[in-house]
């Protein structure tokens, strides 16, 4: 429904991801919006990947155990949207990212990633695999979680790498 997109277009081979438009009328507005469009858009319409940026969508779960912890990390059977994102990538914006087609993982979930908390031997591979989506959860989730839950998570983690690194504290703050 972006004016001048081919994506899905049976001259266009190209395989793309589409992401239906959202059903709240005040956001589907605002995508109404964003992609120039004079006739209303319904939430039966779709827009593909290509005016989204890569930032923009989620491809992979983390896993956790009964303590919150991350132990693994898991692709979605289908890309999702992250919470609030408006399409912005179109022919007529400046510095459009390029976005590249994304294979579709399969029918079923399997786990990539595990994270074993309770033994020493980590690889530093895995832990920056952990350090990075642990960063991702606290932007996302921070103003969703009160204040003490999220210091008790972080208590939670330090303790976790004091057990694999023998070291103190990492110094995760949130301010």
């Keep these: 429904i ?11 081979p190209e395989k793309v991801h589409f992401f239906r438009v959202p059903k709240d009328d005040v956001f589907r507005e605002k995508w109404q919006n964003a992609m120039l469009r004079k006739t209303a858009i319904t939430c039966k319409h779709s827009v593909c990947e290509k005016h989204f940026k890569n930032s923009d969508i989620e491809t992979k779960k983390l896993l956790y155990d009964s303590n919150e912890i991350v132990i693994g990390i898991s692709p979605y059977k289908k890309m999702k949207l992250k919470c609030g994102v408006i399409p912005s990538q ?9 976005t590249e087609a994304t294979e579709e993982t399969g029918t079923e979930a399997e786990v990539t990633e595990v994270i074993e908390v309770n033994k020493i031997n980590f690889t530093m591979h895995r832990v920056e695999i952990c350090l990075f989506f642990l960063a991702e959860i606290f932007v996302r989730f921070i103003f969703k979680i009160k204040n ?10 330090n303790r976790t790498f004091k057990k694999i690194r023998g070291i103190g504290e990492i110094g995760l703050r949130i301010y």
Excluded: D, L, M, Q
């Design 2 to 12: 972006v004016p001048g997109c081919t994506s899905g277009y049976k001259s266009n």
């Design 90 to 98: 179109f022919p007529w914006t400046e510095g459009t990212e390029a």
């Design 148 to 157: 003490c839950r999220i210091h008790i998570h972080i208590n939670n983690i």
